[in-house]
């Protein structure tokens, strides 16, 4: 009996210490975020640096932000860092979120070919400029995604008195996919395309393309962070998502967001701090 007792304690032990490895190479969280903070390389800048802080390894899935919900309402991510703050806000009222953060800022700018088909170029309103390639029958790539990108254009063409799901035509292309692949396509088919900054700023492949509007109030871009509810899905790693969250709102996690430049130009500007943000 105590033989067989003590093979057993042993055997225990032996798995115990098998695990425990395992586990400790666990100390990680999915992040569920949009092409926009993937293509524009801010993740390749501020991840390794959190992970060097605090051990823990970000793994992100890259997708719009009305795909990057569904998966947080699936339970398939721990964090969300997306940017449409109303959809953000829905999110944790249908109590599928802890709490909404405001994390950083940019803008949207409207990008088209150097020849300018539509005669837009330094207009001041994004939705004059709008009404005008509507009018040329001028080429227009969507992402048509459900990201917080597209979010953003539907609700400008909606400024802009146009139904465009009932007066898009040929000369529209709506693509499914992210940003990066939305401006190839525009590249490649000398067409408009409306882009956040960051991701602009980092895209190589312009071709004949260049900023056509820009500036507009109409055009700002507020990125969130939330966590999962666990209270929805146990298996959400609550206490490293935190710890992830609380990093990018810290004075530490602000400073290194705003120190991702391209070419000396800063992507995104940190504003954790500001009321209603």
Known sequence: ????????????????LAASPARAQDKSIVVASTTSTQDSGLFGHILPLFKAKTGIDVKVVAQGTGQALDTGRRGDADVLFVHAKPQEEKFIAD?????????MYNDFILVGPKSDPAG?????????????????????????????THAAELELWKAAGIDIGKDKGPWYKEIGQGMGAALNTASASNAYVLADRGTWLSFKNRGELDIVVEGDKQLFNQYGVMLVNPARHAHVKAALGQEFIDW????????????YK?????????????PGA
């Open 1 to 16: 009996m105590l033989m067989r007792r003590t093979l057993l304690i042993a055997a225990a032990t032996a798995a115990a």
């Open 95 to 103: 109590g599928a979120g802890v709490k909404r953060y405001p994390v």
């Open 120 to 148: 837009i170029k330094n207009m001041s309103d994004v939705t004059e400029a709008l009404k005008a390639i509507k009018a040329k029958d001028a080429p227009f790539i969507s992402r048509g995604d459900r990201s917080g």
């Open 248 to 259: 990018l709102v810290s004075a530490d996690g602000q400073k290194m967001i705003a120190d």
């Open 262 to 274: 391209i070419n000396g130009r800063q992507l995104f500007f940190p504003n954790a701090t500001v």
